[in-house]
């Protein structure tokens, strides 16, 4: 059996029982019943995923992926791709927006170079597992190969394995790459089924004229392509990239281990689309983020059946807002912990 195979045989359902006594304290908690809303859901996902009717506070990582796109050849974005290399150089610097986020948050930032097109130095920090230099131009024909795809999945199961062994018990995911919200909307339309114009949105600010030439690029490679939604993979080497797999690796493997995953942005949104089609089971293993700004987001996570925990205008990707969401993780957690129920206040329950 490959790595793959037994990660998605590993995905059980949550644990109904634990989750039951959970609502059953949560319910006896000073305040009317379900009044704490998204907070009392939070927790009560974490006691079915960790197993533990009343979690301690988890340790806290986030995995961030980077990769390149041959499609940025038809110019669907704006920036140039020196910027992917260059970007992965900030993270592990701490200047990006992630480094100081996953700062705010006390996580521990993991980068992975998972298909940049270019080498990048001999710097502590970067996790080095390049599959390839950059996907082929997915308007021309598939982004990467069958097993390409697969190999960049299993590289995203081990790095999560990884940092799981490391101690954590809560991953943010992450990812950086130009030209990447091209490869999400094609995958976003492949299982939508709605057109790319529906799904599409300027990236990192793409003008109107460059906007028409993006849809066109990725209605190209859908047709070029064909990809199958009966098959994952199939869509992911097709129309997809290194860093989706390898997020959709991370995701998968979070859920073989139960560990709580957060979902970010649009792109992370793309890889949570590809691991829900793997394993249906995965998804209740996700929390959502945020609603990014990229106006297909709302579509993936409506597809994902999950709900964003904030609504900030972000429109970054790199985690940002799946780092900013484990504070209100963190709080959903100790609301469970630290509040007392009625007995031990003396606070007189509904007549
Ligand atoms: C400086 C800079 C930092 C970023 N951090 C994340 N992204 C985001 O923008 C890219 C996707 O947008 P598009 O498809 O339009 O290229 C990804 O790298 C994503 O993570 C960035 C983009 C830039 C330019
Ligand atoms: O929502 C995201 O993740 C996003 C949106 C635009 C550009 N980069 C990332």
Redesign the pocket.
């Known amino acids: 059996m490959t790595k793959l195979e037994q990660t998605l045989q590993q995905i059980k359902p949550l644990d109904e029982e634990v989750m039951e006594k959970t609502q059953a304290r949560l319910d006896d908690l000073t305040k009317p019943v379900g009044s704490l809303g998204m907070l009392e859901n939070i927790a009560k996902q974490i006691a079915g995923i960790t197993g533990s009717v009343v979690p301690e506070l988890p340790k806290k990582a986030a995995i961030l992926m980077a990769g390149d796109h041959g499609i940025v050849k038809e110019g669907v974005a704006p920036f140039p791709q020196e910027v992917t290399p260059q970007m992965v150089l900030n993270f592990v610097n701490g200047g990006a927006a992630m480094s100081v986020l996953a700062r705010h948050e006390n996580a521990k930032l993991y980068v992975v170079d998972i298909g940049v097109a270019s080498d990048l130095p001999d710097v502590p920090n970067i996790i080095k597992r390049k599959v390839a230099y950059g996907t082929k131009n997915m308007a021309e024909g598939p982004a990467m190969t069958y097993e390409e795809a697969t190999q960049a999945v299993e590289v995203g199961i081990d790095i999560a394995e990884m940092v799981i062994r490391e101690g954590a018990g809560i991953i943010a995911i992450g990812?950086m790459g130009i030209g990447?919200?091209s490869p999400?909307s094609a995958i976003i339309a492949t299982y939508s089924n709605l057109p790319v114009k529906n799904v599409v949105?300027?990236?990192?600010g793409v003008d109107d004229e460059k906007l028409k030439i993006k849809i066109a690029a990725i209605e190209k490679a859908l047709t070029v392509n064909k990809p199958n939604p009966k098959n994952p993979l199939d869509v992911l080497s097709k129309v997809g990239g290194f860093e989706i797999a390898g997020l959709t690796g991370v995701i998968l493997a979070c859920a073989a281990n139960r560990v709580p995953v957060i979902i970010?942005?649009?792109?992370?949104?793309a890889a949570a689309v590809i691991a829900k089609e793997m394993s249906p089971l995965a998804v209740n293993y996700m929390l959502g983020s945020h609603l990014?700004?990229?106006p297909g987001?709302k579509i993936i996570l409506d597809f994902l059946g999950i709900k964003p925990i904030l609504m900030m205008n972000?429109?970054?990707?790199?985690g940002t807002?799946a780092a900013l969401a484990m504070n209100v993780i963190d709080a959903s957690l100790k609301i469970l912990k630290e509040m007392s129920t009625f007995s031990e206040a003396g606070v007189s329950n509904k007549l």
């Open positions: 990812e990447n919200t999400s949105g300027r990236g990192t970010d942005g649009f792109i992370s949104g990014s700004e990229e987001h972000m429109r970054l990707g790199e807002g």
